[in-house]
């Protein structure tokens, strides 16, 4: 089942993040986590959400997958986690994402969302993918 590609998308959507310099200085490291660190100090970018839909032909087997990714700013005001999901959604946006066993066919955002916590600050921003994977 195409279903479970969901993990090597993951991955290549975490390489292609990772290979972005540019990125990687405005996270201050490798910043790009499955799973929210704990105690980390800085910005960073994190999968929240995945869900996939059937999206196989008569002749192929493929999925649609919708994933979301956070990025966390402890900045005060919206700035630093803006340019770091734009950065983000310039990245992934008609990208070629390489997978290994399957492959990406489309990959677009469809939004970027920023949302405010204590004290009206935006301190996050949330990234969704939309990405078409057949089997290989």
Known sequence: MAFS???KLRK???ESLLADAFLVLKLGG???YDEAPRNQGGAFVVFTQGEARDWSTMTEQGAEHLLTL???SPATGAREALEISGRVADILHEAT???T???CVHARIISVEALRQNA???VRARIRLRALVELA
Request: neutral net charge; proline residues 10%; hydrophobic residues 50%.
């Open 5 to 7: 590609t969901e993990i």
């Open 12 to 14: 290549a959507v975490r």
């Open 30 to 32: 490798p910043h790009v």
């Open 70 to 72: 956070e990025v966390w």
């Open 97 to 99: 994402l390489p997978m």
């Open 101 to 103: 066993g399957a492959t």
């Open 120 to 122: 009206n600050r935006f």
